[in-house]
């Protein structure tokens, strides 16, 4: 058996044996350095756990042969399949994605066999068939024979994909809107260069928008207003006045 001296403060066991009827003996050894680093270590682990348990992060392991092999609990937040089940029929998973860099399971092998890509895209689908976008790092990726097992993390970004979809939606309807406004509307960078310039613009000053693109604007103006546009332009990059006519 094992035990703690605290007037020692080590770390011992004790194996007892019988010698002689009646009789016993019983054999001290010092294990403290090695209980000490045993302890290190199952602290080391929990910590790890913790970590992987709290995160957000989805880590797995996946054969190139056997499918899915380990894939941690925090998928059930997202998919809301259970890392069991997962696991259970390892083939699943790649049944329920789109838009990987490989079409199905069947090609997953020749893909990470000549794939330099460590983080990729794609989308897949819950227990409920939304859809979800992962973003998938692969840590570590290990080659026997005909088998390539894969460690890596896995990212739900889909409030960020969300977002960016959103924002190019808008971006659209605001170029629309300025491009297709009645009235002249033409954009300058601090160098007096044209940077853009609407339909209305094109056809006002008889320039294609190719043409119009980084036309120093002083060649589409007066030189007495330009020197006064000049003047009011300083004024509204100073923020002294917000426009003028």
């Avoid at 054999?27 to 270590?41: G, H, R, S």
């Avoid at 348990?53 to 894939?71: A, E, H, Q, R, W």
């Avoid at 998919?79 to 079409?103: N, Q, R, T, V």
Wanted: charged content about 35%.
């Amino acid at each position: 058996f094992e035990n703690y001296s605290r007037e020692l403060k080590k770390y011992y066991m004790v194996t007892s044996y019988s010698h002689e009827k009646g009789k016993f003996a019983a054999i001290v050894t010092d294990i403290t350095e090695e209980k000490i680093m045993q302890m290190k270590l199952e602290e080391s682990e929990e910590k790890y756990r913790r970590l992987i348990k709290n995160s957000p992060v989805v880590t797995y392991t996946v054969s190139t042969k056997k499918g899915l092999m380990y894939i941690s609990k925090q998928v059930e937040n997202i998919l809301g399949f259970s890392a069991d089940e997962l696991c259970k029929y390892p083939m699943k998973i790649f049944g329920l994605m789109e838009d990987a860099p490989f079409e199905n399971f069947a090609k997953y092998h020749e893909w990470l066999k000549s794939s330099k890509e460590r983080v990729f895209e794609y989308k897949i689908r819950d227990n409920k068939g939304e859809r979800h976008w992962i973003s998938t790092q692969i840590i570590e990726k290990k080659i026997e024979e005909d088998e390539i097992i894969s460690d890596g993390i896995g990212i739900d970004i889909t409030e960020r994909k969300l977002m960016e979809i959103e924002l190019e939606r808008t971006k659209k309807l605001y170029e629309k809107i300025f491009m297709e406004n009645p009235i002249g509307i033409g954009l300058v960078n601090e160098k007096d260069l044209i940077i853009e310039g609407n339909y209305a613009l094109q056809k006002f000053l008889g320039y294609s928008r190719e043409e119009l693109i980084n036309k120093p604007i002083k060649e589409i103006s007066f030189e007495q207003e330009y020197t006064t546009d000049k003047v009011e332009q300083t004024k509204m990059r100073e923020q002294k006045i917000k426009n003028y006519t």
